[in-house]
C-alpha cells in the first residue's frame, strides 16, 4: 500500500527489491564489524578455538618442588623437578637441585639395594647440570654430595676411597669455580670427615656456618661433625636448627633421637623417634626405621618385651623387607629370645618361605600378606644378622637339632668376610668355640 501524497519507495520495475539488497547488505557489514570489534576486544571468541587453559612455567614447579622439600615429601619434590625439567631440559639449576633432593631422599629408603640406586639416579642428574653449564659451581657442589654419599654405601666397600677423592675433587672444583659458594664448603666438610680429617672439617663447617646460617644442610653438616667428635650436646643443638628451617624432614629427628640416646636421655631420644614415625606417618611413608631406633632404645633401657613390640611394628610396614626382619633377629637375640631369633635371623640372611615370614611377624595368614623373603648379602650393614644368627645356633645346638653344621658354614662366611676385624672376630671365634665343643 502506498501513503498518499507520498512517493514509492521503489519503483515496480524491480528497483524494489535492490533496495532491500542494500539494505540487507548493510546489516550485515554492521553485524560483521561488531563481531569484528568483539574478537579484537576478547569479549568473542573465534569458532573452533580451543578453550585457553593457564600454562605453567618451569619455575612455578620449581617452587612446588622447594615447598615439597620443606615440607619434607622428598619423593612429590623430586616429581616436581622432573615436570619443570621437561619444560625447560637444560636448565643446569634444576638439575642440581633434583640431584640434591634425590641425595636426600634416599635417607628415606630401607635396603642397601635402594639407596644406592638412587644416589646413582642423582648422579645421572648431576652429570645433566654439568652438561647443560660446565662451569657451575653448584652443580660440582652437589656432585660432591652425592659421591660422598655414595661412598657410605655397604655395596661400594672396596671403591670408597676412590668415591671421597673424587668427591673432593669435585669440591674443590666447586670451590675454584666460587670461592663463595657455602654449600661447597659445606659438602668438602662432609667429605673431610668422612675422610677422618677432622680438624680441616671442623674449620671448614665453621666458616660454612659464618657465611651463611640460613641453610639446612650447613647446620646439619655441622651436627655430623660434632657428632663423629663426640660433642653430642652441640650436635643435638646444630640438628634442631636443621630442623627449624625444614621442619618435617625426618632423618633430622632420627638424628637428634640417635645423640640423645648417645647421652642416655633416653626418654628425648624416644621422643624424637616418635616425631620422625609421626611426620612419616602424616606423609604417607612406610619407613620402619623410627620404630627400629625406638626398639633398640628400648633394649638399652632394659625394657626388651616392648623393644620387640616396636621392632614387629617396624616389619608390618615392610613385610617383604629382609632387613627388618634382620631387626628383630637382634632385638629378639638381645632380649634372650634366643629360638625367636633363629628364624627371623634365618629370614634376613638366607631367606624364607611365605609361612616362615608370617610366622616371624605372627600375623594372620588369612588376613595379612604372605610374603616369601630373600636374604640379604653379607655386607658391613648385614654383617650383624650373620654373625648373630651363626651365635644363637651355636648357643641353641643339641644333638638332635644339629644346629652347629649350619652355625659353622655362616662363621666361616664372616670369617672370609672380615679377616681383619678383630671385634667380629672375637664373636666368630667364641661361637666356633661352642660347635667344636660338640665335635665340629
Not at 662451569?135 to 657442589?141: C, G, K, N
Not at 668376610?417 to 666368630?428: R, S
Request: hydrophobic share 40%; net charge negative.
Amino acid at each position: 500500500m502506498i501513503i498518499p501524497n507520498q512517493k514509492p519507495l521503489f519503483h515496480k520495475d524491480g528497483s524494489q527489491n535492490r533496495g532491500y539488497r542494500i539494505v540487507a547488505l548493510i546489516v550485515l557489514i554492521l553485524c560483521l564489524l561488531f563481531v569484528l570489534r568483539g574478537v579484537n576486544t576478547g569479549s568473542i571468541q573465534p569458532f573452533f578455538m580451543p578453550t585457553l587453559t593457564p600454562t605453567r612455567t618451569f619455575s612455578s614447579y620449581a617452587a612446588e618442588g622447594e615447598t615439597n622439600f620443606i615440607a619434607g615429601d622428598l619423593n612429590s619434590a623430586i616429581a616436581a623437578y622432573q615436570q619443570a625439567l621437561k619444560i625447560d631440559p637444560n636448565n643446569s639449576n634444576l638439575w642440581a637441585e633434583m640431584a640434591r633432593i634425590q641425595v636426600y631422599s634416599s635417607r628415606l629408603l630401607t635396603t642397601d639395594q635402594t639407596k644406592y640406586d638412587r644416589i646413582n639416579e642423582a648422579l645421572a642428574s648431576v652429570d645433566k647440570a654439568i652438561q647443560a653449564d660446565t662451569e657451575s659451581s653448584t652443580a660440582y657442589a652437589v656432585k660432591c654430595f652425592a659421591l660422598d654419599w655414595l661412598s657410605s654405601s655397604a655395596l661400594v666397600s672396596d671403591t670408597r676411597q676412590s668415591l671421597l677423592a673424587q668427591a673432593e675433587q669435585a669440591a674443590v672444583k666447586a670451590l675454584q669455580l666460587d670461592n663463595q659458594n657455602t654449600l661447597a664448603l659445606a659438602y668438602y666438610a662432609e667429605v673431610l670427615m668422612d675422610e677422618q680429617k677432622w680438624q680441616q672439617a671442623d674449620q671448614n663447617i665453621k666458616e660454612a656456618i659464618q657465611r651463611d646460617p640460613t641453610l639446612m644442610d650447613v647446620h646439619r653438616i655441622n651436627g655430623v661433625v660434632q657428632e663423629s667428635l663426640g660433642n653430642y650436646s652441640v650436635a643435638i643443638a646444630e640438628y634442631q636448627k636443621a630442623v627449624a628451617i625444614t621442619p618435617n624432614m625426618t632423618f633430622l629427628y632420627m638424628s637428634i633421637g640417635v645423640n640423645y640416646r648417645s647421652l642416655k636421655q633416653y626418654e628425648l631420644a624416644l621422643e624424637n623417634f616418635d616425631k620422625a614415625a609421626k611426620i612419616n606417618e602424616t606423609l604417607g611413608i612406610n619407613d620402619p626405621m623410627p620404630y627400629t631406633s625406638i626398639a633398640n632404645t628400648y633394649v638399652q633401657m632394659g625394657q626388651f618385651a616392648i623393644a620387640s613390640l616396636n621392632a614387629r611394628k617396624a616389619l608390618s610396614y615392610q613385610p617383604g623387607n629382609p632387613d627388618s626382619y634382620g631387626q628383630l633377629g637382634i632385638e629378639y637375640y638381645k632380649g634372650k629370645n634366643y629360638e625367636g631369633a633363629v628364624l627371623a635371623l634365618k629370614c634376613a640372611i638366607k631367606g624364607c618361605t611365605a609361612q616362615e615370614s608370617c610366622d616371624v611377624r605372627q600375623c594372620n595368614s588369612a588376613t595379612d600378606p604372605m610374603v616369601a623373603i630373600q636374604g640379604l648379602p653379607l655386607t658391613d650393614n648385614t654383617a650383624p644378622y650373620y654373625f648373630t644368627y651363626g651365635s644363637d645356633l651355636a648357643a641353641l645346638h643339641t644333638t638332635g637339632n644339629g644346629y652347629c653344621q649350619e652355625a659353622m658354614q655362616v662363621l666361616e662366611q664372616v670369617r672370609q668376610g672380615f679377616p681383619t676385624d678383630d671385634t667380629i672376630l672375637q664373636i666368630v671365634n667364641e661361637s666356633e668355640a661352642i660347635c667344636h665343643s660338640y665335635g665340629y
